[in-house]
């Protein structure tokens, strides 16, 4: 779903990131050859939690976020969130990413209109990614 390149997965584990537990397992090309991670976290949005898988390449590049749910944000407002033109505001895009209300370029992500809440629990929910990433990788956390 977020990391179509990989014809494998494995290496399966957990961090704690801000008092958050990001799930992730490694990403492998056909020939064995690890090409990145895939991570799951979730938030807290503006009616509960909002839960966020974010495929990134070995390079530290968001390869793909994608929505697992966030059943109780407000439909027509928050689970707008989940439509490719907020969610894919990451994608090819090395972090840390910012909410910002309007006018957002590069890694200042624009919030979807009148949800703020749940823009910025995708936002963490990324953030959180690419520091579990930076961790296992040695890169910056």
Known sequence: ?????AAAFGEFGEKEIDDITVSYCAAFDGAGK?????FTCANKGYGGSVSVMTGIDIDGNVVRSAILSMDDE??????????EEFIGLFTGKTGPFNWVK???T??????????TFT???????????IK???I????EA
């Open 102 to 104: 309007s006018g957002g």
């Open 132 to 134: 579990a990433f930076n």
């Open 119 to 129: 823009s910025k629990a995708v936002i963490k929910c990324v953030n959180d990614s």
């Open 1 to 5: 779903m977020v990391f179509s390149a």
């Open 34 to 38: 690890k090409i990145g991670y895939v």
């Open 74 to 83: 407000t439909p027509g407002l928050g689970q707008n969130a989940s439509k």
């Open 136 to 139: 296992l990788t040695g890169g």
């Open 106 to 115: 590069g890694n200042d992500i624009t919030g979807v209109t009148s949800a």
